[in-house]
């Protein structure tokens, strides 16, 4: 059984471009490999509300995703171990 979920990503821009290219490819095909990819709304770099580990501007990457019930919990896990990752917040629709 599948369900419907919406993960909001804010990645790092401390590091460059090609830092958040990666990261975004990364939870990307994690998402793909592990269930659908239906929606992804890239809002881009964007100033934080507050600053996160000193940092004031994230990227902003809004996904809709269709997989099984397991996945937003690993997706949390990765990005709590992966550097460059400001915020997780995975919601079931």
Same mark, same amino acid.
């Given at each position: 059984?599948?369900?419907?979920?919406?993960?909001?990503?804010?990645?790092?821009?401390?590091?460059?471009?090609?830092?958040?290219?990666?990261?975004?490819?990364k939870?990307?095909?994690?998402?793909?490999?592990?269930?659908?990819?239906?929606?992804?709304? *890239?809002?881009?770099?964007?100033?934080?509300?507050?600053? @996160?580990n000193?940092? +004031? =501007? &994230?990227?902003?990457?809004?996904?809709? $995703?269709?997989? *099984?019930?397991?996945?937003?919990?690993?997706?949390?896990? @990765?990005?709590?171990? +992966? =550097? &460059?990752?400001?915020?997780i917040?995975? $919601?079931?629709?």
């Amino acid at each position: 059984m599948t369900n419907k979920y919406e993960v909001a990503l804010v990645l790092s821009v401390a590091n460059g471009d090609d830092a958040v290219n990666a990261l975004k490819e990364k939870f990307n095909d994690l998402m793909t490999k592990n269930g659908t990819v239906e929606n992804v709304d *890239e809002w881009g770099k964007r100033r934080l509300a507050y600053p @996160i580990n000193d940092e +004031t =501007e &994230g990227y902003y990457i809004f996904t809709t $995703i269709d997989c *099984e019930p397991s996945l937003p919990a690993e997706l949390e896990r @990765i990005a709590g171990i +992966t =550097e &460059g990752v400001l915020r997780i917040m995975v $919601i079931r629709k």
